[in-house]
């Protein structure tokens, strides 16, 4: 959480994103955690290395 606050205020919107949808991954919040994923992807550089983990996230968490 503290990772995702200190992103989001440096203006890092994408990573702050990305540590949020990781920590609800953590927490079993399935559904946060996907939207935060998605929010990233959108925000992050295409293949960039935060991108490919929020990729993995949405992936994981859409294979049902």
Known sequence: RILA???GRNGE???SSLASAEQHMLLNNYSDS???AKQS???LKKNS???LRAKDIEII???N
């Open 41 to 43: 992807i959108s925000l």
């Open 13 to 15: 919107i994408g990573l």
């Open 34 to 36: 996907l939207r935060f």
């Open 49 to 51: 290395p935060g991108w």
């Open 5 to 7: 606050i200190a992103q």
């Open 61 to 63: 968490l859409t294979q």
